[in-house]
């Protein structure tokens, strides 16, 4: 049974940092494209990261471009999410998903249930 479980969500000043982390269990995790989703209030699930199987320099929304890192450790079967300099409207709730052949899909294959990510102004 796959499982994608995510952490380090939380309350945060605008400004400030935070680090997700996103471990995966039941399946070989280096055989697979991870990705960040966020969906906030009333919006649509957006990919915010993503990174191939081997890691690399990673995909990136606009709005995220130079403040958020997306990284993994195929030992550990986790991936990160480091966000900086974060902003009200990044507040949403954010998932981990696992897809074997992204980026030649749109469509991930897994998801974790989710992590509150709240900004305040």
């Known amino acids: 049974q796959v499982q994608l479980v995510e952490s380090g969500g939380g309350l945060v000043q605008a400004g400030g940092s935070l680090r997700l982390s996103c471990a995966a269990s039941g399946l070989t995790f280096s055989s697979y494209a991870m990705g960040w989703f966020r969906q906030a209030p009333g919006k649509g699930r957006e990919l915010v990261a993503g990174?191939?199987?081997?890691?690399?320099?990673?995909y990136y929304a606009d709005s995220v471009k130079g403040r958020f890192t997306i990284s993994r450790d195929n030992a550990k079967n986790t991936v990160y999410l480091q966000m900086s300099t974060l902003k009200p409207d990044a507040t949403a709730v954010y998932y981990c998903a696992a897809d074997h052949l992204w980026p030649a899909t749109t469509t991930f294959d897994y998801w974790g249930q989710g992590t509150q990510v709240t900004v305040s102004s």
């Open positions: 990174i191939k199987q081997s890691g690399g320099s990673g």
